[in-house]
Protein backbone atom coordinates (compact mmCIF):
# COMPACT_ATOMS: atom_id res chain seq x y z
CA UNK A 1 0.00 0.00 0.00
CA UNK A 2 1.77 3.26 -1.34
CA UNK A 3 1.74 6.15 1.08
CA UNK A 4 3.12 9.52 0.00
CA UNK A 5 3.49 12.76 1.32
CA UNK A 6 1.09 15.33 -0.12
CA UNK A 7 2.02 19.41 0.18
CA UNK A 8 -2.01 19.90 -0.52
CA UNK A 9 -3.08 18.15 3.38
CA UNK A 10 0.48 18.61 4.71
CA UNK A 11 0.65 14.79 5.56
CA UNK A 12 1.17 11.24 4.40
CA UNK A 13 -1.85 9.91 2.42
CA UNK A 14 -2.65 6.21 1.16
CA UNK A 15 -2.15 6.33 -2.76
CA UNK A 16 -5.32 5.70 -4.67
CA UNK A 17 -5.95 6.31 -8.41
CA UNK A 18 -9.11 7.41 -9.92
CA UNK A 19 -9.00 5.16 -12.15
CA UNK A 20 -7.94 1.32 -10.78
CA UNK A 21 -4.39 0.59 -12.66
CA UNK A 22 -3.63 3.43 -13.93
CA UNK A 23 -2.30 6.74 -12.74
CA UNK A 24 -1.70 10.18 -14.22
CA UNK A 25 1.55 11.26 -13.57
CA UNK A 26 2.67 15.03 -14.36
CA UNK A 27 6.34 16.72 -13.62
CA UNK A 28 7.03 19.91 -14.37
CA UNK A 29 10.33 19.74 -16.77
CA UNK A 30 12.73 22.45 -17.23
CA UNK A 31 12.70 25.97 -18.93
CA UNK A 32 15.42 25.20 -21.77
CA UNK A 33 17.88 28.17 -22.26
CA UNK A 34 20.71 26.79 -20.43
CA UNK A 35 22.12 23.64 -19.84
CA UNK A 36 20.81 21.24 -17.11
CA UNK A 37 22.34 21.73 -13.22
CA UNK A 38 22.40 19.33 -10.35
CA UNK A 39 19.11 20.76 -8.98
CA UNK A 40 17.19 19.51 -12.49
CA UNK A 41 19.32 16.58 -12.05
CA UNK A 42 17.75 15.52 -8.78
CA UNK A 43 14.15 16.61 -10.15
CA UNK A 44 14.81 14.01 -13.25
CA UNK A 45 15.79 11.35 -10.80
CA UNK A 46 12.99 11.54 -8.45
CA UNK A 47 10.44 11.23 -10.33
CA UNK A 48 12.27 8.88 -12.27
CA UNK A 49 12.19 6.76 -9.17
CA UNK A 50 8.78 7.15 -8.59
CA UNK A 51 7.62 6.45 -11.82
CA UNK A 52 9.78 2.71 -11.73
CA UNK A 53 8.16 2.18 -8.24
CA UNK A 54 4.83 2.53 -9.93
CA UNK A 55 5.07 0.40 -13.07
CA UNK A 56 6.70 -2.26 -10.33
CA UNK A 57 3.53 -1.59 -8.81
CA UNK A 58 1.62 -2.90 -11.25
CA UNK A 59 -0.05 -0.06 -12.36
CA UNK A 60 -0.33 1.66 -15.95
CA UNK A 61 1.46 4.94 -15.77
CA UNK A 62 0.75 8.24 -18.18
CA UNK A 63 4.02 10.05 -17.15
CA UNK A 64 3.73 13.39 -18.72
CA UNK A 65 6.89 15.72 -18.20
CA UNK A 66 6.91 19.28 -19.82
CA UNK A 67 9.38 21.40 -21.61
CA UNK A 68 8.75 25.17 -21.48
CA UNK A 69 10.28 26.02 -24.81
CA UNK A 70 8.74 29.93 -24.96
CA UNK A 71 9.85 32.16 -21.98
CA UNK A 72 12.03 35.29 -21.54
CA UNK A 73 15.19 33.67 -20.29
CA UNK A 74 14.66 31.79 -23.48
CA UNK A 75 14.35 34.89 -25.69
CA UNK A 76 16.99 36.98 -24.19
CA UNK A 77 19.46 33.79 -24.49
CA UNK A 78 18.59 33.93 -27.92
CA UNK A 79 19.63 37.64 -28.79
CA UNK A 80 22.48 36.95 -26.91
CA UNK A 81 23.70 33.96 -28.84
CA UNK A 82 22.38 35.20 -32.38
CA UNK A 83 20.17 32.19 -32.69
CA UNK A 84 16.38 32.06 -32.99
CA UNK A 85 14.64 31.03 -30.02
CA UNK A 86 13.76 27.63 -31.42
CA UNK A 87 16.67 26.77 -32.44
CA UNK A 88 18.50 27.68 -28.86
CA UNK A 89 15.54 25.91 -27.27
CA UNK A 90 16.60 22.84 -29.18
CA UNK A 91 20.10 23.03 -28.74
CA UNK A 92 19.31 22.73 -24.77
CA UNK A 93 16.67 20.31 -25.11
CA UNK A 94 19.51 18.39 -26.81
CA UNK A 95 21.71 18.69 -24.29
CA UNK A 96 18.86 18.02 -21.88
CA UNK A 97 18.60 14.55 -23.31
CA UNK A 98 21.68 13.75 -23.28
CA UNK A 99 22.16 14.22 -19.42
CA UNK A 100 19.34 12.27 -18.59
CA UNK A 101 20.37 9.15 -20.86
CA UNK A 102 23.83 9.56 -18.41
CA UNK A 103 21.73 9.62 -15.45
CA UNK A 104 19.55 6.38 -16.76
CA UNK A 105 16.20 8.38 -16.44
CA UNK A 106 13.56 6.88 -18.51
CA UNK A 107 11.89 8.80 -21.48
CA UNK A 108 8.29 9.97 -19.78
CA UNK A 109 5.02 8.78 -21.67
CA UNK A 110 4.61 12.15 -23.26
CA UNK A 111 6.78 14.95 -23.22
CA UNK A 112 4.90 17.99 -24.59
CA UNK A 113 6.43 21.66 -25.51
CA UNK A 114 4.78 24.69 -24.29
CA UNK A 115 4.57 25.84 -28.11
CA UNK A 116 2.40 22.69 -29.13
CA UNK A 117 -0.35 23.96 -26.64
CA UNK A 118 -1.35 27.40 -27.79
CA UNK A 119 -4.66 26.79 -28.83
CA UNK A 120 -5.44 24.85 -25.74
CA UNK A 121 -3.85 27.90 -23.69
CA UNK A 122 -5.84 30.40 -25.92
CA UNK A 123 -9.24 28.62 -24.93
CA UNK A 124 -8.99 28.22 -21.30
CA UNK A 125 -7.78 31.60 -20.76
CA UNK A 126 -11.25 32.42 -23.01
CA UNK A 127 -13.32 30.73 -20.89
CA UNK A 128 -11.05 32.17 -17.59
CA UNK A 129 -12.61 35.69 -19.00
CA UNK A 130 -16.43 34.22 -19.61
CA UNK A 131 -16.31 33.26 -15.93
CA UNK A 132 -14.77 36.06 -14.49
CA UNK A 133 -11.71 34.84 -13.18
CA UNK A 134 -9.47 36.79 -15.87
CA UNK A 135 -9.86 40.19 -17.69
CA UNK A 136 -8.02 41.66 -20.57
CA UNK A 137 -6.10 44.55 -20.33
CA UNK A 138 -5.89 47.59 -22.82
CA UNK A 139 -2.27 46.77 -23.31
CA UNK A 140 -3.19 43.59 -24.86
CA UNK A 141 -2.02 41.16 -21.71
CA UNK A 142 -4.76 39.14 -20.20
CA UNK A 143 -4.40 38.61 -16.04
CA UNK A 144 -5.96 36.01 -13.86
CA UNK A 145 -8.03 37.79 -11.07
CA UNK A 146 -6.55 36.00 -7.87
CA UNK A 147 -9.49 37.39 -5.29
CA UNK A 148 -11.49 35.86 -7.80
CA UNK A 149 -10.53 32.54 -6.71
CA UNK A 150 -11.97 31.88 -2.84
CA UNK A 151 -9.33 29.29 -2.01
CA UNK A 152 -6.50 31.19 -3.35
CA UNK A 153 -2.71 29.78 -1.33
CA UNK A 154 -4.39 26.19 0.04
CA UNK A 155 -1.49 24.64 -1.57
CA UNK A 156 1.37 26.90 -0.03
CA UNK A 157 -0.66 27.68 3.03
CA UNK A 158 -0.53 31.57 2.30
CA UNK A 159 -3.18 33.92 2.75
CA UNK A 160 -3.89 36.81 0.47
CA UNK A 161 -3.85 39.32 3.30
CA UNK A 162 -0.29 38.51 4.25
CA UNK A 163 0.93 38.30 0.78
CA UNK A 164 -0.37 41.60 0.25
CA UNK A 165 1.56 43.07 3.32
CA UNK A 166 4.98 41.69 2.19
CA UNK A 167 4.02 42.33 -1.77
CA UNK A 168 7.32 42.90 -3.85
CA UNK A 169 5.98 42.29 -6.99
CA UNK A 170 6.45 44.84 -9.30
CA UNK A 171 3.41 47.14 -9.83
CA UNK A 172 1.80 47.14 -12.96
CA UNK A 173 -0.46 49.89 -13.50
CA UNK A 174 -2.28 47.38 -16.34
CA UNK A 175 -3.05 44.93 -13.16
CA UNK A 176 -6.34 45.26 -11.30
CA UNK A 177 -4.70 43.98 -8.29
CA UNK A 178 -0.93 43.41 -7.98
CA UNK A 179 -1.26 39.71 -7.23
CA UNK A 180 -2.75 39.10 -10.45
CA UNK A 181 -0.75 37.07 -12.87
CA UNK A 182 -0.06 37.39 -16.09
CA UNK A 183 -2.28 34.67 -18.53
CA UNK A 184 -1.22 35.90 -22.14
CA UNK A 185 1.58 38.58 -22.78
CA UNK A 186 1.22 41.13 -25.82
CA UNK A 187 4.15 40.66 -28.63
CA UNK A 188 6.65 43.00 -28.37
CA UNK A 189 8.53 43.77 -32.03
CA UNK A 190 10.82 40.61 -32.84
CA UNK A 191 9.49 38.06 -30.60
CA UNK A 192 7.40 34.89 -31.07
CA UNK A 193 4.49 35.35 -30.84
CA UNK A 194 0.76 33.78 -31.71
CA UNK A 195 -2.90 35.16 -33.08
CA UNK A 196 -5.51 35.22 -29.99
CA UNK A 197 -8.87 36.96 -29.58
CA UNK A 198 -7.05 39.53 -27.21
CA UNK A 199 -4.34 40.11 -30.22
CA UNK A 200 -0.84 38.70 -31.11
CA UNK A 201 1.45 37.13 -28.30
CA UNK A 202 2.21 34.67 -25.97
CA UNK A 203 1.48 32.84 -23.15
CA UNK A 204 2.53 33.50 -19.11
CA UNK A 205 4.18 30.66 -17.84
CA UNK A 206 1.69 29.32 -15.35
CA UNK A 207 -0.94 28.76 -17.79
CA UNK A 208 1.42 26.38 -20.05
CA UNK A 209 1.21 23.67 -17.42
CA UNK A 210 -2.70 23.44 -17.19
CA UNK A 211 -2.74 23.31 -20.75
CA UNK A 212 -0.59 20.70 -21.42
CA UNK A 213 -1.68 18.47 -18.22
CA UNK A 214 -5.20 18.73 -19.27
CA UNK A 215 -4.41 17.93 -23.09
CA UNK A 216 -2.92 14.62 -21.70
CA UNK A 217 -4.48 13.55 -18.30
CA UNK A 218 -7.78 15.50 -18.14
CA UNK A 219 -8.96 17.81 -15.82
CA UNK A 220 -8.24 15.66 -12.54
CA UNK A 221 -5.59 13.94 -12.49
CA UNK A 222 -3.57 11.57 -10.34
CA UNK A 223 -0.29 12.92 -9.21
CA UNK A 224 1.59 16.56 -9.83
CA UNK A 225 5.27 16.89 -9.18
CA UNK A 226 8.23 19.35 -9.08
CA UNK A 227 10.88 21.13 -6.74
CA UNK A 228 10.32 22.73 -3.99
CA UNK A 229 10.87 26.19 -5.53
CA UNK A 230 7.51 25.75 -7.78
CA UNK A 231 4.90 25.45 -4.88
CA UNK A 232 4.45 28.87 -5.14
CA UNK A 233 3.47 30.82 -7.41
CA UNK A 234 3.66 28.47 -10.30
CA UNK A 235 1.53 25.38 -8.59
CA UNK A 236 -0.32 27.63 -6.56
CA UNK A 237 -1.47 29.71 -9.74
CA UNK A 238 -1.84 26.34 -11.49
CA UNK A 239 -4.37 25.20 -9.03
CA UNK A 240 -6.29 28.32 -9.36
CA UNK A 241 -7.05 28.48 -12.86
CA UNK A 242 -6.97 24.68 -13.47
CA UNK A 243 -10.26 24.73 -10.82
CA UNK A 244 -11.29 27.97 -11.47
CA UNK A 245 -11.68 26.49 -14.87
CA UNK A 246 -13.40 23.24 -14.06
CA UNK A 247 -15.17 23.85 -10.64
CA UNK A 248 -13.68 20.57 -9.61
CA UNK A 249 -9.93 18.88 -8.04
CA UNK A 250 -6.87 19.70 -10.76
CA UNK A 251 -4.52 16.81 -9.17
CA UNK A 252 -5.25 14.87 -5.79
CA UNK A 253 -1.66 14.56 -4.44
CA UNK A 254 1.01 17.47 -4.81
CA UNK A 255 4.95 16.27 -4.39
CA UNK A 256 7.78 18.38 -4.19
CA UNK A 257 11.68 17.72 -3.82
CA UNK A 258 13.98 19.15 -1.28
CA UNK A 259 16.61 21.78 -3.28
CA UNK A 260 19.89 21.28 -3.69
CA UNK A 261 22.72 23.00 -1.70
CA UNK A 262 26.51 23.03 -2.64
CA UNK A 263 28.67 22.74 0.87
CA UNK A 264 25.25 23.98 2.98
CA UNK A 265 24.72 27.10 0.98
CA UNK A 266 22.14 27.54 -2.06
CA UNK A 267 23.00 26.97 -4.93
CA UNK A 268 23.19 29.54 -6.87
CA UNK A 269 24.94 31.12 -9.86
CA UNK A 270 25.20 34.82 -8.28
CA UNK A 271 27.13 32.80 -5.25
CA UNK A 272 29.02 31.01 -7.54
CA UNK A 273 28.65 27.63 -6.61
CA UNK A 274 26.35 26.70 -9.63
CA UNK A 275 27.31 23.30 -10.93
CA UNK A 276 25.91 21.76 -14.01
CA UNK A 277 25.19 17.78 -14.60
CA UNK A 278 27.85 18.14 -17.24
CA UNK A 279 30.76 19.49 -14.61
CA UNK A 280 29.61 16.75 -12.55
CA UNK A 281 29.62 13.96 -15.32
CA UNK A 282 32.82 14.57 -15.99
CA UNK A 283 33.68 13.15 -12.23
CA UNK A 284 31.31 10.74 -11.63
CA UNK A 285 29.39 8.21 -13.53
CA UNK A 286 25.45 8.37 -14.34
CA UNK A 287 24.95 5.78 -11.97
CA UNK A 288 27.07 7.42 -9.14
CA UNK A 289 25.29 10.27 -9.52
CA UNK A 290 21.51 8.48 -8.82
CA UNK A 291 22.70 6.34 -5.92
CA UNK A 292 24.26 10.07 -4.38
CA UNK A 293 20.75 11.51 -5.11
CA UNK A 294 18.70 8.55 -3.95
CA UNK A 295 20.83 8.48 -0.93
CA UNK A 296 18.97 11.35 0.59
CA UNK A 297 15.40 11.49 1.13
CA UNK A 298 13.47 13.41 -1.91
CA UNK A 299 11.69 15.89 0.35
CA UNK A 300 14.99 16.52 2.67
CA UNK A 301 17.64 19.24 1.61
CA UNK A 302 20.28 17.54 -0.50
CA UNK A 303 24.19 18.73 0.30
CA UNK A 304 26.56 18.35 -2.52
CA UNK A 305 29.41 17.41 -1.14
CA UNK A 306 32.73 15.67 -2.73
CA UNK A 307 32.53 13.59 -0.18
CA UNK A 308 29.58 12.53 -0.80
CA UNK A 309 29.72 11.40 -4.06
CA UNK A 310 32.97 9.57 -3.08
CA UNK A 311 30.69 7.46 -0.35
CA UNK A 312 28.32 6.99 -3.35
CA UNK A 313 31.10 5.78 -5.45
CA UNK A 314 31.69 2.77 -2.63
CA UNK A 315 28.69 1.97 -2.03
CA UNK A 316 27.87 1.46 -5.89
CA UNK A 317 31.41 -0.40 -6.52
CA UNK A 318 30.55 -2.73 -3.28
CA UNK A 319 27.14 -3.65 -5.05
CA UNK A 320 28.81 -4.28 -8.03
CA UNK A 321 31.75 -6.51 -6.37
CA UNK A 322 29.47 -8.59 -4.78
CA UNK A 323 27.62 -9.44 -8.25
CA UNK A 324 30.42 -9.67 -10.02
CA UNK A 325 31.30 -13.72 -9.47
CA UNK A 326 27.46 -14.39 -10.31
CA UNK A 327 25.42 -14.98 -13.48
CA UNK A 328 21.98 -12.45 -13.14
CA UNK A 329 18.96 -13.81 -14.78
CA UNK A 330 17.75 -10.83 -16.83
CA UNK A 331 14.42 -10.86 -15.56
CA UNK A 332 13.95 -13.66 -12.82
CA UNK A 333 10.91 -14.70 -11.43
CA UNK A 334 9.60 -14.78 -7.71
CA UNK A 335 11.19 -18.15 -7.14
CA UNK A 336 14.55 -17.05 -8.09
CA UNK A 337 14.62 -13.86 -5.89
CA UNK A 338 14.73 -13.80 -1.84
CA UNK A 339 10.91 -13.04 -1.05
CA UNK A 340 11.72 -11.36 2.39
CA UNK A 341 14.69 -8.57 0.75
CA UNK A 342 12.09 -7.66 -2.06
CA UNK A 343 8.99 -7.17 0.77
CA UNK A 344 11.59 -4.90 2.98
CA UNK A 345 12.27 -2.93 0.14
CA UNK A 346 9.22 -2.49 -1.30
CA UNK A 347 7.84 -1.51 2.42
CA UNK A 348 10.71 1.10 2.28
CA UNK A 349 9.34 2.16 -0.97
CA UNK A 350 5.55 2.71 -0.13
CA UNK A 351 6.47 4.77 2.87
CA UNK A 352 6.90 7.89 0.47
CA UNK A 353 9.63 6.31 -1.53
CA UNK A 354 11.92 6.16 1.05
CA UNK A 355 15.14 5.43 -0.64
CA UNK A 356 17.27 5.66 1.97
CA UNK A 357 16.15 2.77 3.74
CA UNK A 358 15.45 0.86 0.19
CA UNK A 359 19.31 1.11 -0.14
CA UNK A 360 20.03 0.18 3.49
CA UNK A 361 18.11 -3.25 2.70
CA UNK A 362 20.55 -3.58 -0.44
CA UNK A 363 23.81 -3.06 1.46
CA UNK A 364 22.08 -5.70 4.21
CA UNK A 365 21.58 -8.20 0.82
CA UNK A 366 25.03 -7.51 -0.34
CA UNK A 367 26.35 -8.30 3.18
CA UNK A 368 24.91 -11.61 3.15
CA UNK A 369 25.35 -12.55 -0.41
CA UNK A 370 29.07 -11.95 0.42
CA UNK A 371 28.73 -14.30 3.31
CA UNK A 372 27.57 -17.44 1.20
CA UNK A 373 29.69 -19.93 -1.32
CA UNK A 374 29.10 -19.62 -4.50
CA UNK A 375 25.99 -22.45 -4.64
CA UNK A 376 22.30 -22.41 -5.70
CA UNK A 377 21.46 -19.99 -2.38
CA UNK A 378 23.93 -16.64 -3.82
CA UNK A 379 22.33 -16.61 -7.15
CA UNK A 380 18.85 -16.42 -5.57
CA UNK A 381 20.49 -13.11 -3.73
CA UNK A 382 22.54 -11.85 -6.47
CA UNK A 383 19.63 -12.28 -8.69
CA UNK A 384 17.30 -9.97 -6.02
CA UNK A 385 20.24 -7.28 -5.93
CA UNK A 386 20.27 -6.55 -9.41
CA UNK A 387 16.57 -6.37 -9.14
CA UNK A 388 16.39 -4.06 -6.49
CA UNK A 389 19.17 -2.18 -7.76
CA UNK A 390 17.43 -2.17 -11.42
CA UNK A 391 13.71 -0.59 -9.27
CA UNK A 392 16.19 2.40 -8.21
CA UNK A 393 17.96 2.79 -11.76
CA UNK A 394 21.36 1.40 -10.82
CA UNK A 395 23.32 -1.64 -11.43
CA UNK A 396 22.27 -1.65 -14.67
CA UNK A 397 25.81 -2.13 -15.85
CA UNK A 398 28.22 -4.88 -16.44
CA UNK A 399 30.05 -5.46 -13.18
CA UNK A 400 33.22 -6.33 -14.94
CA UNK A 401 33.62 -3.36 -16.94
CA UNK A 402 32.38 -0.85 -14.29
CA UNK A 403 35.22 -2.53 -11.97
CA UNK A 404 37.96 -2.07 -14.17
CA UNK A 405 36.94 1.14 -14.94
CA UNK A 406 39.44 3.45 -17.33
CA UNK A 407 42.94 4.53 -16.73
CA UNK A 408 43.60 7.45 -16.88
CA UNK A 409 46.83 9.37 -18.51
CA UNK A 410 49.04 8.02 -15.59
CA UNK A 411 47.71 4.73 -15.05
CA UNK A 412 48.09 0.90 -16.27
CA UNK A 413 45.98 0.28 -19.39
CA UNK A 414 43.92 -3.04 -19.43
CA UNK A 415 46.38 -4.32 -21.40
CA UNK A 416 49.40 -4.43 -19.02
CA UNK A 417 47.33 -5.28 -16.34
CA UNK A 418 46.37 -8.37 -17.42
CA UNK A 419 49.85 -9.29 -18.34
CA UNK A 420 51.19 -8.75 -15.18
CA UNK A 421 48.54 -10.71 -13.88
CA UNK A 422 49.71 -13.39 -15.93
CA UNK A 423 52.89 -13.11 -14.96
CA UNK A 424 52.16 -13.22 -11.37
CA UNK A 425 50.09 -16.39 -12.41
CA UNK A 426 53.27 -18.22 -13.67
CA UNK A 427 55.62 -17.13 -10.97
CA UNK A 428 53.34 -18.83 -8.16
CA UNK A 429 53.16 -21.58 -10.07
CA UNK A 430 56.94 -21.81 -10.44
CA UNK A 431 57.00 -20.88 -6.74
CA UNK A 432 58.46 -17.85 -7.48
CA UNK A 433 56.99 -15.94 -4.19
CA UNK A 434 58.76 -12.51 -4.04
CA UNK A 435 58.81 -11.48 -7.75
CA UNK A 436 54.95 -12.71 -7.34
CA UNK A 437 54.45 -10.45 -4.44
CA UNK A 438 56.73 -7.72 -6.19
CA UNK A 439 53.56 -7.79 -9.18
CA UNK A 440 51.04 -7.41 -6.65
CA UNK A 441 52.62 -4.29 -4.81
CA UNK A 442 53.16 -2.84 -8.48
CA UNK A 443 49.63 -3.39 -9.54
CA UNK A 444 48.12 -1.90 -5.76
CA UNK A 445 50.66 1.22 -6.58
CA UNK A 446 49.02 1.76 -9.35
CA UNK A 447 45.17 1.65 -7.30
CA UNK A 448 44.59 -2.39 -8.69
CA UNK A 449 42.79 -4.25 -6.36
CA UNK A 450 43.71 -8.36 -7.13
CA UNK A 451 41.00 -10.52 -5.84
CA UNK A 452 41.86 -14.42 -5.78
CA UNK A 453 39.13 -16.95 -5.42
CA UNK A 454 38.46 -19.95 -7.15
CA UNK A 455 41.82 -20.84 -8.91
CA UNK A 456 41.64 -17.69 -10.70
CA UNK A 457 42.60 -13.92 -10.10
CA UNK A 458 40.46 -10.98 -11.16
CA UNK A 459 41.09 -7.27 -10.40
CA UNK A 460 39.14 -3.63 -10.28
CA UNK A 461 40.45 -0.54 -10.34
CA UNK A 462 40.46 1.24 -6.18
Not at 67 to 77: G, M, Y
Request: glycine fraction near 8%; aromatic fraction near 8%; charge should be negative.
Amino acid sequence: MLHLYNTLTRKKELFESIEPQHVGLYVCGITVYDVCHVGHGRVMIVYDVLYRHLQAMGYMVNFVRNITDVDDKIIRRAAENNLSPQALAQQYIDEMHADERALHVLPPTHEPRATDSIESMVRIIGKLIESGHAYAADNGDVFYSVSSFAEYGKLSGRKLADLRVGERVAVDEHKRDPLDFVLWKSAKPSEPSWESPWGAGRPGWHIECSAMSMDLLGEEFDIHGGGMDLEFPHHENEIAQSEALTGGTFARYWMHNGLVRIDDEKMSKSLNNFLTLKDVLKLYSGEEVRTFIIGSHYRSPLNYLTESLDAARTALRRFYTALRPHTISDSPSDDQMDASYVERFDAAMNDDLNTPEALAVMHELTSALNKLDDAGEPTRLANTLSYLGGRLGILQMDADTVLKGEADESGLSDKAIDALIEERQQTRASKDFKRSDEIRDELAAGGIVLEDAGGKTIWRRG
